[in-house]
């Protein structure tokens, strides 16, 4: 039994990282209806970033344009699909669709990683963009809520722009989106190489260094073995791109 004081007891310690920054949040897709009579939520790309989805519950859509062109894949309970950077993904809400998500470069999609396809006059002017795609800091949860509508609504008039100039021009109309992405994130890249370095770097050379020792029969590393329960974030959920977002922190396993 812990037998410290609440007023003793350490402070809760960050969840460990897999090699690559792994991170995992579980994602309610948004039910809202679009312009188009479907649901759900704004279609974006990673431009670093590899992500999946673990579907867990309910029913719907993620509809895509990669190299291969566009695509829709049906999603239900079980399915898993990857996304690797570059891939536009559009999730369609057909009934409580919930999954897991797995995201590569932790902390990357957080800094700006994610362009959302905005209609091209906003993706060519910086500042617009940042406008539309930046939540409220400051009011209730309703106000963030309305403002992530607005946002998703926005990306899917993009988004349809986009698909009638990949029909009329080929393969050129996806390249040219690819070109507005970089030039909208290449600013953020000197932050976005420290944000690497302390998260997937440091977690690559820790398994380096762990290799090295038992090759050379050290085993010193597995001393610290531990268990650490993650612990669901206070409510309210996020506002994420397409959906409401729960994550997780850690808890010092001397505490439990």
């Not at 399915?79 to 993904?89: A, E, I, R």
């Not at 999609?109 to 905005?118: H, N, Y």
């Amino acid at each position: 039994m812990n037998s410290q004081t609440p007023d003793q007891a350490p402070a809760p310690r960050a969840l460990p990282r897999f090699p690559g920054g792994t991170s995992l949040s579980h994602l309610c897709v948004y039910d809202w209806e679009t312009a188009d009579g479907l649901h759900g939520g704004s279609p974006h790309l990673h431009t670093l970033s590899t992500e999946a989805y673990v579907v867990t519950s309910g029913r719907g859509e993620v509809h895509t344009i990669s190299a291969a062109g566009p695509a829709r894949d049906d999603l239900s309970a079980g399915s898993l699909l990857w996304f690797t950077p570059g891939t536009v993904h559009r999730l369609v809400n057909h009934d409580q669709l919930q999954m897991q998500v797995v995201m590569s470069n932790a902390g990357l999609p957080e800094a700006g990683d994610a362009v959302l396809t905005f209609p091209e006059e906003i993706l060519t002017d910086p500042q617009r963009y940042r406008e539309a795609v930046a939540l409220p800091a400051d009011g209730d949860d309703a106000a963030r809520a309305e403002a992530a509508r607005i946002r998703r609504d926005l990306a899917i008039t993009g988004y349809e722009q986009l698909l009638g100039r990949i029909q009329a021009q080929g393969p050129e109309a996806m390249q040219r989106f690819h070109e507005l992405a970089v030039n909208l994130v290449r600013p953020r890249v000197g932050d976005w190489q420290q944000i690497w370095e302390r998260n997937v770097e440091v977690e690559t050379e820790r398994t380096r260094a762990q290799l090295l020792a038992l090759g050379a029969g050290d085993g010193a590393h597995l001393h610290d073995a531990a268990v650490i329960r993650g612990e669901p974030r206070p409510e309210p959920r996020l506002w994420g791109m397409c959906g409401r977002l729960q994550t997780w922190t850690g808890e010092d396993p001397g505490r439990r």
